[in-house]
C-alpha cells in the first residue's frame, strides 16, 4: 500500500516531533504493510515550514534513519499547501512541492469557506487545472459546504481528485458519511492516513482497506489505497 499524506518528518511541522517518533511512526506503517510514505509537511499553515527546500534533505535523512533500523520502507516527500493568496505563484514558481516527477500532482488543503464555498472552491479548482496542475484535495470531507454531492461532482469535473482520510472512512462523524457518500458514487481517487503519531490518524491502511473489500470489492479497494496512489506519484491519471 501506499500513504499519500503523512506529517512523518521529525520536527517540521505538527507531526513526528523527533527522530523516535518519526520511527516509531514508520515502523507501524511498515508492519501495516505500506511499502512508500509520502511526507506531506505543512507549508507556511502556521504549523509548517516556511522553506520547502528543507523538505528533501529531511526525507533523505530519514529514509537513512529507517535504513539503518532494517524497516522496510521508502519514504517520498511532497507538501500539504494551504490556500493561499498566491497559490497559482507558488504552483507556476515551482515552490510547490508536487508528488511526481512532472510536477503535476499537487496536496491542497482547503479551508472551511465563509460563504459560497463550492462556487469559490471550483473556480480555484480551475484556475489551478488551467496552469497545468492537478489538485489533489486533502481532506475534503472535513468541509461542511461541500453536503451537496453535486458541488462535488463540479469540483471533480474541473480537475481535481478526492483524497480521503482513512480515519473518517471508517469512523461515525459527519465527514464520515460525506466520505462514504462520494466513495458510493466513485468520486474518490485515493484514501490516505493523514497521520500526525502513532496516536493521531496512525500511519495504518489496512483497518480502511478491509472496510472498502467488503463494501466495495478487492479490485475497488486496491486502487484507493494502492494502484491510484501509485499512478499519482508516476504522474498518471488514477483509474
Ligand atoms: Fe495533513
Known amino acids: 500500500m501506499i500513504d499519500l499524506?503523512?506529517?512523518?518528518?521529525?520536527?517540521?511541522?505538527?507531526?513526528?516531533?523527533?527522530?523516535?517518533?518519526?520511527?516509531?511512526?514508520?515502523?507501524?506503517?511498515?508492519?501495516?504493510?505500506?511499502?512508500?510514505?509520502?511526507?506531506?509537511?505543512?507549508?507556511?499553515?502556521?504549523?509548517?515550514?516556511?522553506?520547502?527546500?528543507?523538505?528533501?534533505?529531511?526525507?533523505?535523512?530519514?529514509?537513512?534513519?529507517?535504513?539503518?533500523?532494517?524497516?522496510?520502507?521508502?519514504?517520498?516527500?511532497?507538501?500539504?499547501?494551504?490556500?493561499?493568496?498566491?497559490?497559482?505563484?507558488?504552483?507556476?514558481s515551482g515552490t510547490w512541492l508536487a508528488y511526481d516527477s512532472s510536477r503535476k500532482y499537487v496536496l491542497w488543503e482547503i479551508p472551511t469557506l465563509p460563504c459560497n464555498g463550492p462556487a469559490i472552491l471550483s473556480r480555484i479548482v480551475s484556475q489551478l487545472v488551467s496552469a497545468g496542475a492537478t489538485p489533489v484535495l486533502a481532506h475534503p470531507e472535513r468541509l461542511p459546504f461541500l453536503d451537496d454531492l453535486r458541488a462535488v461532482e463540479d469540483v471533480c469535473a474541473r480537475g481535481a481528485l478526492l483524497q480521503v482520510t482513512a480515519e473518517a472512512v471508517v469512523g461515525d462523524s459527519s465527514a464520515g458519511r460525506r466520505a462514504r457518500a462520494w466513495l458510493d458514487a466513485g468520486l474518490v481517487a485515493a484514501v490516505a492516513t493523514d497521520s500526525h503519531s502513532v496516536h493521531r490518524r496512525p500511519p495504518r491502511l489496512s483497518p480502511v482497506r478491509d472496510f472498502l473489500r467488503r463494501r466495495y470489492g478487492e479490485a475497488a479497494a486496491t486502487a484507493l489505497v494502492s494502484g491510484n496512489p501509485s499512478k499519482i506519484l508516476a504522474g498518471e491519471p488514477p483509474a
Open 5 to 92: 499524506h503523512c506529517h512523518v518528518l521529525p520536527g517540521l511541522d505538527d507531526g513526528a516531533k523527533d527522530d523516535a517518533s518519526a520511527l516509531a511512526m514508520c515502523r507501524m506503517a511498515a508492519a501495516d504493510g505500506i511499502r512508500i510514505l509520502v511526507a506531506t509537511p505543512h507549508y507556511r499553515s502556521g504549523v509548517g515550514v516556511e522553506d520547502l527546500s528543507v523538505v528533501a534533505p529531511a526525507a533523505e535523512r530519514l529514509q537513512r534513519l529507517v535504513d539503518a533500523e532494517g524497516i522496510g520502507l521508502e519514504i517520498r516527500h511532497a507538501c500539504e499547501m494551504p490556500l493561499l493568496e498566491d497559490f497559482l505563484a507558488c504552483y507556476r
